[in-house]
């Protein structure tokens, strides 16, 4: 009888299962298996044919999607003769920072032949982040979207869109982008600029030889689109408009804002932004360019071109229009290149929603405050070897780019191993300067003297400590807008300024109720920004510009917390398949 009715029981639950009436069980966190194999892809774009590295051919990468709470192990399989890494762009890697993906900051590249498994959960996070190699400047065709939806019966905090769209921009060279790093860190000078901005890989008909190449979005009248907008250009942050339509921006950095509409956005490399595109009521009898072209701060040469989308709305039977290529095509109007006014109130304009499901949790008080000065510097040209030939940067010198005057040397080995197994010595120095040994008017006339310092230096900091770090740009070699990227955390945004930071009166302006999270922000050219987070992730963190050549320059440095006393405080021990340097 017992057994009878046990199996009654365990058909019954078995039965609610299947149809979904014990929704708690339905809510069950899954883990998701990809494999990324890096491999080469012969790839046409402006007429040029090239062999591209790519994961599985696709260019860009293929869409990881994922539930918040969802386990991902994602095997990565090197197939060619670089070495590669992988950076899950966003993701808080909570004591798996082995899984951050930095060559020689989590963890050795993967060698030609090899694989390793990145294995992370993502744990409150919903959203629109991306993933890309993290070596070099690789990630110039290896990157793609990491889409995390909210939990199961969880809601948006906005309306259902009718449909969803990645919208991620890239930046092609005709040239091979290794060639054209390593000939820049040669001879010292800036590198070669880009030959054309994409959109899902295509640059569109603005372009020479593309029109057959561009990204079509295909919408119906009188729905909601919400557009994943990623920003995976090498060295230039975009602005970015759909002619004759309103975006609604819902979201940044994988964390919902306060609903604001707008004609144009601007997003910087690294930087996410989810928009609500809301169609006409009925067909308008045209068709729209979607334009991106950059916002420009710096002295350096820049790629001053535009790709273009094109947006064009379906024939119903109740309505049929003109063949597509005889409909008007409507373009919009983008800010000057470098309409700094924009950029400021744009940026002014995010804020966290701040709802008790979704609070910001702004730390009120502060453990550590740190000053930070980022720009460009020099390198004296003898420092190479170049045959007693001038360096292509200025006055003869080599471009350098630093934090607090420190041009960030990369380590032979991964700093996390090297912290973890206590093998510090001759790697790293613990010693990580709290602001400029030598203070100067950090914004005002240029200095005779640019040269920067070099070394590995890493910032301390125990567990739980929080931070408020000021980000100054200077202009030693010309004020420039800097998308600073930290991993491992979201941070926020409390204040940001022009000039030179005043500790005495720019904090009692900080906001300190709804200010934007994010982990990437563009430090203002010729000002500053204030974030506050707190060091609860213990592990090894890169803190970078994601103008890759500012990093390839040494704009870069690392952050070292310390373990917390509880296990779930402490960095888990490396996986058995990390690679080796």
Known sequence: MG???????????????????????ALASITRHYTFDVQLQNVTRLCHRKSILTINGQFPGPRIVAREGDRLLIKVVNHVQSNISIHWHGIRQLQTGWADGPAYITQCPIQTGNSYVYNFTIVGQRGTLWWHAHISWLRSTIYGPL????????????????????????????????????????????PNVSDAYTINGLP??????SAKD????????????????????????????????????????????????TNTILIAPGQTINVLLKTRPSHPNATFFMTARPYVTGLGT?????????????????????????????????PVLNDTSFATKFSNKLRSLNTPQFPANVPQKVDKRLF??????????????????TCQGPNGTMFAASINNISFTMPNTALLQSHFFGQSNGVYSPYFPISPLIPFNYTGAQLNNTHVSNGTKLMVLTFNTSVELVLQDTSILGAESHPLHLHGFNFFVVGQGFGNFNQNKDPKKFNLIDPVERNTVGVPSGGWVAIRFLADNPGVWFMHCHLEIHTSWGLRMAWLVLDGKLPNQKLLPPPLDLPKC
């Open 3 to 25: 057994v009878a009715l046990f199996s009654l029981v365990r058909l019954f639950v078995l039965c609610c299962i299947t149809l979904g009436l014990i929704p708690q069980l």
């Open 204 to 209: 569109g008909p603005l372009y020479n030889c």
């Open 147 to 190: 889409v995390i939806l909210p939990k199961r019966g969880v809601p948006y905090p906005f309306t259902k869109p009718y449909k969803e769209v990645p919208i991620i921009f890239g930046e092609w060279w005709n040239a091979d982008t290794e060639a054209v790093i390593k000939q820049a860190l040669q001879t010292g000078g800036g």
């Open 214 to 261: 561009t990204f079509k979005l295909k919408v119906q009248a009188g729905k909601t689109y919400m557009l994943r907008i990623i920003n995976a250009a090498l060295n230039d942050e975009l602005f970015f408009s759909i002619a004759n339509h309103t975006l609604k921006v819902v979201e940044a950095d994988a964390v919902y804002v306060k609903p604001f509409d």
């Open 302 to 334: 820049f790629d001053n071109s535009t790709v273009a989308g094109i947006l064009e709305y379906e024939s119903t039977a109740l309505h049929s229009t003109l063949p597509m290529k005889k409909l008007p095509l409507h373009k919009p109007i983008l």
């Open 372 to 389: 930070f000065t980022i720009g460009l510097g020099t390198n004296p040209c003898s420092q190479q070897k170049h045959n007693n030939q």
